[in-house]
């Protein structure tokens, strides 16, 4: 093959037949793409509801005009594309092939341009050849995913995704608030809001009249693309554990998902996957050319390739025209070497309105660079601001409570964005952008986490635009000298209605659903606190927080006087100094019922739902005040504890209770899966799951003294699982195990009684972890065959077991 050097491309460009041979493929092109598509843009921008010159604005930065034609003001920062050092590792050669000769054709809808625009078929084939090659040579091994307690990482874990969970998660945790929904999917049925409820009534005339269009309007869908063309399990389930790591732009959030979640959900996305990813072929030629192209024609103004440079410059944007002699985005006016955008005539004629306002360089107010940033991170796909955007009304129904309770769109939609500078601090605000300080356990969707850089200007232009640049410490707002009396009446009108929807420090009433007042002081701003409990719905619209305070007169005069703004300086004063105040009278008398379990003569036993051990827990509490859960579906002893054991309340009588919790203070987690495998070797993967293991449940029974002991079978061996309390507050676990056909299969099973970041021995049959857990282990009353062993990130102790007939192994967990 010919090698494609930069004086053969130079050559190229200036060929007259080049020329005839795309004014062809240009019109072809034209005919049959998509426009690019822009989520803001497509829902706003398109029906008027947002100015032509953030409309124009989202353009130029989400296609990266800006990362060419360079910007004079602020606010036109470009998107840019993926960063490609390690794109040989992510993406399918072939794929990149495909979408370099037609990105439009391959994905619809994406926003990068047609960089082989300007060379007629041939030559863009092998062009795309070409980069396609120097890409697959960008490799990188995937990142080392280390194991915690709370983050079990099986070997290779992305090899066992479960697509069926994987479907679950990504229709629950917020992923179709952007991208379309499986149409086979089922959602539990929940009550439509008034609003919703109304527009199944009115006609598109009546919709229209009464302004509702925007409400009514169908919300289309960021595109995935050909994903199982594109991706394997293991570079998906990567990218979606940490996606800036590719993207560092951001558009794509990070959801703190966990490797089994990021495996499932990439199973479920590459379910219909027939292919594997292929390499490089190593040709140097054909990679040194590649290379050549790569930083020529501009890829490297948008992609960010270690050594690479670009060498492709533009005109400064601000001497752009809309009529000048060529553009990236008008067919007939292309010349060779020239990307190209097709733009449909509502996208053109908006980039054209805004190149005045970017020459004569005004600057963005405040509240428009609020604006500017949540659309371009598409933020109003879950949240409204001054009217603007929210969950579409075709997707609320994916957004589900846990155990599908009934209260209302303020309680499982994402919070209205509007004047929450004058609400959240702007410490808080940090906390939620990078996806931490979750405070409602009620619902599934969660608030993903953005690059800190992107949204490092985000807080103090909130506080700004919403006129709460200084805002009013406590003692200015209440003008009350906190006391103890201020905070024991605080903690009084506490009991009075705030314990029948909120918990405290994860406290509440049986069946309370609502967020935690715990932190409260530190989240949102005195003022705010002061003016939304005298009137909640003239700072939240439609709020179901009732008014305890109407026309600002008390309807409690036992407390403080019945003084307003005593009670409600009682109330910031208590829940500022909550982690040292008792709680709630209320909540005290519920957990001194006779709903928490407090073993004393025999052990108690409780199927519940619990949030490690999942929705077949057995939770086994004794005497002796230690305790554990035992998961009967993966047949995994999930977690231990000392202390108090659990309160039944939920299990027995609230439906929709949350999982059950421990109640003792030292609650350890114990290795995830089945504790015995049958392994073709010590190397081998350990199973993921019991299906993988050959294993299955098979009851319990209870001895004498009520004792449990777990009944299962795994690989043709009966286990009988017998955990009961260590003198010194540990557990001693006896697992006796019986061949049923010893001649039928090897006698060799694998023992993994103990898993970490990291494995320190402590004896010769004993190790501890970083979480202080130690296991001991005695095989048949003598010594133990063992080994340790590193695999993607997670330590493992496993010990070879031989059952001829029937073996006993002991295990002795201390912690």
């Given at each position: 093959m010919k090698c494609l050097s930069c004086r053969w491309f130079a050559a190229l460009l200036t060929c007259s037949a080049v020329l005839a041979d795309w004014d062809s493929h240009s019109k072809l092109v034209a005919a049959e793409t998509t426009p690019p598509f822009v989520a803001g843009f497509d829902r706003f921008g398109r029906h008027d509801e947002i100015s032509d010159v953030h409309a124009g604005r989202l353009l130029l930065t989400e296609l990266s005009c800006t990362a060419c034609h360079a910007p004079s003001g602020a606010g036109l920062t470009p998107k840019r594309g993926p960063k490609l050092d390690a794109v040989g590792s992510r993406a399918n050669r072939d794929w990149v092939q495909r979408y370099l000769m037609n990105p439009q054709s391959v994905k619809p809808g994406t926003t990068m341009p047609d960089a082989l625009a300007g060379l007629p078929t041939k030559k863009r084939q092998e062009a795309a050849l070409a980069l396609a090659a120097f890409l697959s040579e960008q490799v990188q091994p995937f990142p080392e995913i280390r194991a915690t307690g709370a983050n079990p990482v099986p070997f290779e874990f992305w090899k066992h995704g479960n697509a069926k969970q994987g479907r679950i998660l990504y229709h629950r945790i917020g992923c179709v608030a952007c991208h379309a929904a499986d149409e086979d999917y089922e959602v539990a049925e929940m009550k439509a809001s008034p609003i919703d409820a109304m527009l199944e009534q009115l006609d598109p005339e009546e919709i229209k009249e009464l302004g509702l269009l925007s409400a009514a309007r169908r919300v289309e869908s960021v595109p995935h693309g050909d994903l199982a063309a594109k991706y394997s399990h293991q570079s998906l389930t990567h990218f979606l554990l940490k996606p800036e790591a590719a993207r560092p732009a951001g558009r794509m959030p990070d959801f703190d998902l966990k490797a089994v979640d990021a495996a499932d959900i990439a199973a479920w996305l590459l379910s219909k996957q027939t292919q594997a990813s292929t390499s490089g072929d190593g040709d140097e030629q054909l990679v040194a050319a590649g290379r050549t192209l790569f930083t020529s024609?501009?890829?490297?103004?948008?992609?960010?390739?270690?050594?690479?440079?670009?060498?492709?410059?533009?005109?400064?944007?601000?001497?752009?025209?809309?009529?000048?002699?060529?553009?990236?985005?008008?067919?007939e006016q292309q010349t060779s070497g020239q990307p190209f955008y097709p733009l449909d005539d509502v996208q053109k004629q908006t980039i054209n309105a805004v190149l005045a306002s970017v020459r004569e360089n005004t600057a963005l107010a405040d509240h428009d660079?609020?604006?500017?940033?949540?659309?371009?991170?598409?933020?109003?796909?879950?949240?409204?601001?001054?009217?603007?955007?929210?969950?579409?009304?075709?997707?609320?129904?994916?957004?589900e409570t846990v155990g599908h309770v009934d209260i209302g769109d303020e309680g499982r939609l994402p919070p209205a964005l509007t004047g929450v500078g004058g609400k959240l601090t702007t410490s808080a605000m940090k906390n939620v952008f990078s996806g931490k300080g979750r405070i409602r356990p009620h619902m599934f969707v969660r608030m993903p986490g953005f690059p800190s850089r992107l949204l490092e200007p985000l807080p103090t232009l909130f506080a700004k635009t919403d006129q709460i640049a200084n805002p009013l410490a406590a003692d200015a707002v209440f003008k009350v000298q906190k006391s103890d009396r201020l905070v024991a009446a605080g903690r009084a009108l506490m009991d009075s209605g705030c314990v029948q929807c909120h918990s405290f420090s994860g406290e509440a009433l049986p069946g309370t659903v609502g967020t935690d007042l715990r932190g409260m002081a530190a989240r949102v701003h005195p003022q705010w606190f002061h003016d939304f409990l005298l009137n909640p719905g003239k700072l939240k619209a439609r709020t179901r927080m009732p008014t305890f305070f109407p026309n600002g007169e008390s309807q409690n005069k036992d407390i403080l006087e019945g003084d307003t703004e005593q009670q409600i300086a009682a109330m910031w004063a208590y829940l500022s100094d909550l982690n040292r105040q008792p709680l709630p009278e209320k909540i005290l008398k519920a957990r001194a019922q006779d709903y928490e379990l407090t073993p004393t003569k025999r052990p108690i036993v409780l199927r519940t739902f619990m949030q490690r051990a999942g929705t077949h827990a057995i939770a086994v509490g004794f005497p002796q005040k230690v305790h554990y859960a035992f998961d009967a579906e993966t047949l995994s002893l999930s977690e231990a504890w000392r202390g108090r054991f659990v309160d039944a309340e939920g299990t027995w009588f609230v439906r929709a209770a949350p999982p059950a919790k421990p109640l003792g203070e030292t609650v350890i987690p114990l290795p995830s899966g089945v504790v015995l495998a049958a392994l073709p070797n010590s190397g081998a993967a350990w199973p993921t799951d019991a299906e993988a293991a050959n294993a299955k449940f098979s009851g319990y029974r209870l001895d004498a003294r009520g004792v449990p002991t777990m009944l299962y079978e795994i690989g043709g061996v009966t286990v009988e699982d017998r955990i009961e309390p260590l003198e010194l507050q540990g557990l001693k676990r006896t697992l006796t195990l019986v061949r049923r056909q010893p001649d039928s299969q090897s006698s060799t099973l694998w023992l993994r009684p103990l898993t970490g970041a990291s494995l320190t021995k402590v004896g010769e049959a004993s190790y501890r972890n970083e979480t202080g857990l130690a296991v001991e282990v005695a095989v048949n009353g003598g010594s133990v065959k063992g080994e340790s062993r590193r695999n993607e990130g997670v330590s493992e102790w496993l010990v070879s077991v031989d059952v001829a007939e029937q073996s006993v192994i002991e295990v002795r967990y201390s912690w």
């Open positions: 024609i501009g890829c490297s103004n948008c992609h960010d390739i270690k050594g690479l440079q670009s060498q492709h410059k533009a005109k400064p944007l601000a001497v752009l025209h809309a009529n000048a002699a060529t553009s990236c985005f008008v067919a660079s609020v604006q500017l940033t949540l659309l371009q991170l598409n933020c109003y796909a879950c949240h409204t601001r001054d009217k603007l955007g929210g969950v579409g009304r075709f997707r609320k129904a994916y957004f």
